[in-house]
């Protein structure tokens, strides 16, 4: 296994962990990971995808890298309306402003705690401003020559995947 491929390995846990932690916490269900695949496409797969950039270095046995990536959540709009209620504890039957910002806070909270997580292992994580995309099959611009792994997640609310992408530059 490549150098490259064990950061990126050690670099995606602390999001899915990070999630799964979010999930349980503030949306009151418990998520479970598929294996995670390489994504060979760049467009959403859910009605609805939050996504936050990341940039910063990697201090790694006296050598410093910088990397690039980004995450994005994506989900159906019945399970993001579900996922709403549920962390907003009202009930949302169809999409509107109030529940708008819902899951861009979702990846605001998995990057913050991951970039907590990842700080002891000589990460240094500059986040962006999370935004949202709704529609399927809608391009996403990816840094890039990076590499793209997705995981499906299963709750009780439904399916979402979890999009991570990092590249070492």
Not at 65 to 90: C, H, P, W, Y
């Amino acid at each position: 296994m490549s150098d490259v491929n064990k950061n990126f390995i050690e670099f995606s846990k602390p999001f899915v962990d990070g999630l799964k932690e979010t999930f349980s916490v503030m949306v009151q269900t418990e998520l479970k990971a598929h294996s995670p695949k390489i994504k060979d496409h760049n467009l959403t797969k859910g009605e609805f995808t939050s996504i936050i950039g990341m940039n910063g270095k990697v201090e790694k046995d006296g050598e410093s890298k910088n990397f690039r990536g980004l995450i994005g959540l994506s989900m159906n709009m019945d399970v993001f309306l579900k996922v709403a209620s549920n962390m907003l504890m009202e009930e949302y039957t169809e999409y509107c402003e109030d529940i708008a910002d819902t899951a861009a806070e979702i990846v605001n909270i998995v990057m913050g705690n991951a970039k907590k997580a990842l700080s002891p292992s000589g990460y240094n994580i500059e986040m962006a401003t999370p935004s949202t995309i709704r529609g399927l099959n809608v391009e996403i611009k990816y840094p890039k020559a990076t590499t793209t792994i997705e995981t499906t997640l299963d709750c009780d609310l439904g399916s979402m995947i979890l999009e991570i992408c990092y590249q070492e530059v």
